[in-house]
């Protein structure tokens, strides 16, 4: 059994008369891939905003590597290694996706003015970080390096953004429907790759999806949410075979 390295307790938030998050706890073990499933409006991303420090909860507590990390903004958050990516990747379009992986790597040297006349550290520094972006090229398995962002399909847009991740040093990684908006294949394709991550680096990923179908074959722990509360957690098979679930998230008919 691995130990969580990340957990909430208890956590609350409502906006004005609306209850989007009540008593929330949930555990996400190391080096795991954990996802959260539920209806439209259960509380998912806003779960995800409490974690990465864009909302404060109004209760509970949110724990990373064994740190309160509850209510530190969003930049405190990812500089400890909990890295968030956004629904729709927001790449430099214009900049060739190398480009794109260098501005994303903490520490990057052309960011430091007062650094610049350190030309031998600048240099070792700007090396490594080549080293890295071409090591998580490589891993994403990225051909197009030297073409603009604005040409990648979806799915390498996706990655992309996972790659970009990856170059802050973050140790676990947070994604808001990555599967939203592509093709079946590709669909696959990127949730091959978050697995490859997750085996080959040890990086940690907790996943919002909504396409089960494709989703549930590559996820070690999953969190079904209804109403902001966690009705059910287990293995993929145990929630999906639990009543509550099969009655607040799968349930319907066409009459
Ligand atoms: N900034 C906000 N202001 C007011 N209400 C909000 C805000 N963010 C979320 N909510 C409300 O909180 C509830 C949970 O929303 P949330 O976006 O977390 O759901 P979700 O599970 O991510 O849904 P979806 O699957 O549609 O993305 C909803 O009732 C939503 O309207
Ligand atoms: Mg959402």
Not at 46 to 74: A, C, H, M, W
Not at 115 to 127: D, N, R, Y
Request: hydrophobic share 40%; charged share 20%.
């Amino acid at each position: 059994m691995s130990q969580p390295v990340l957990n909430t307790v208890n956590i609350r938030k409502t906006f004005g008369g609306v209850v989007a998050l009540d008593s929330v706890d949930i555990n996400v073990d190391k080096g795991s891939m954990t996802m959260l499933i539920g209806p439209n409006g259960s509380g998912k991303t806003t779960l995800i905003n409490v974690i990465s420090g864009f909302y404060k909860p109004d209760r509970g507590q949110v724990t990373f590597e064994g740190r309160d990390i509850t209510g530190q903004p969003p930049n405190k958050v990812s500089a400890y290694g909990l890295v968030r990516t956004f629904q729709i990747p927001s790449p430099f379009v214009k900049l060739s996706v190398l480009e794109n992986l260098l501005i994303a790597s903490k520490g990057n040297p052309g960011e430091s003015f007062l650094k610049a006349p350190l030309k031998m550290t600048w240099h070792k520094k700007e090396s490594e970080i080549y080293d890295r972006a071409f090591r998580v090229l490589d891993l994403l398995n990225l051909k197009l390096w030297d073409q603009p962002a604005g040409v990648l399909s979806g799915g390498q847009l996706k990655l992309l953004e996972i790659g970009r991740a990856l170059m802050t040093g973050a140790k676990m990684i947070m994604m808001d429907e990555p599967a939203a908006g592509l093709n079946p294949v590709l669909a696959h394709k990127v949730f091959a790759h978050i697995c490859d991550i997750k085996q080959r680096l040890g990086i940690t990923f907790l996943i919002i999806e909504h396409r089960l179908d494709i989703a549930l074959q590559y996820v070690d722990y999953v969190y079904a949410m209804a109403l902001g509360t966690v009705i059910s957690h287990g293995t993929g098979e145990e929630v999906m075979n639990d009543p509550k679930v099969i009655e607040g998230y799968l349930g319907g008919t066409c009459a």
